[in-house]
Nanobody, 120 residues
Framework: QVQLVESGGGLVQPGGSLRLSCAAS???????????MGWYRQAPGKQREMVAVITWAGTATYSDSVVGRFAISSDTEKNTVSLQMNSLKPEDTAVYYC???????????WGQGTQVTVSS
C-alpha cells in the first residue's frame, strides 16, 4: 500500500557524515495520512532498534546512542524524511530501514533498507 524509497547509504570513515532520505508514496489516488516516519537500524547479530522518528506534528525522538549526532527532519508536503548523521562511529554500522506509520491504521510500513558502513 505504501512504497518507501531510501537513499544516501554508503561507506564513510569514522567521524564522517551521511544523509539518509526516504520518500513515501501511496497507491494512485490515495492519501497517506501519515502519523510519523523515521528510521530503525539492524546491525549483524543484533536486534532491530529505533534510531529516530518524527511525527507529522513535529515531535522528534532519538535513540540515546545517536542523540546529539543525528538529526531527523521531515517535509510534510513532499512526504519525505531525512536523517543527517554526523560524527559517525563504527557501531553505527547497520542496515537502516525507513518506516512509516499512518493515522488510524495499525502496523508500520518499511523500506527495503540501505547499508551504512563506518570503517577506516
Amino acid at each position: 500500500q505504501v512504497q518507501l524509497v531510501e537513499s544516501g547509504g554508503g561507506l564513510v570513515q569514522p567521524g564522517g557524515s551521511l544523509r539518509l532520505s526516504c520518500a513515501a508514496s501511496g497507491a494512485s489516488g490515495s492519501s497517506l495520512s501519515i502519523y510519523m516516519m523515521g528510521w530503525y537500524r539492524q546491525a549483524p547479530g543484533k536486534q532491530r532498534e529505533m534510531v529516530a522518528v518524527i511525527t507529522w506534528a513535529g515531535t522528534a525522538t532519538y535513540s540515546d546512542s545517536v542523540v546529539g549526532r543525528f538529526a531527523i527532519s521531515s517535509d510534510t508536503e513532499k512526504n519525505t524524511v531525512s536523517l543527517q548523521m554526523n560524527s559517525l562511529k563504527p557501531e553505527d554500522t547497520a542496515v537502516y530501514y525507513c518506516l512509516l506509520k499512518r493515522d488510524w491504521i495499525d502496523g508500520m510500513d518499511w523500506g527495503q533498507g540501505t547499508q551504512v558502513t563506518v570503517s577506516s
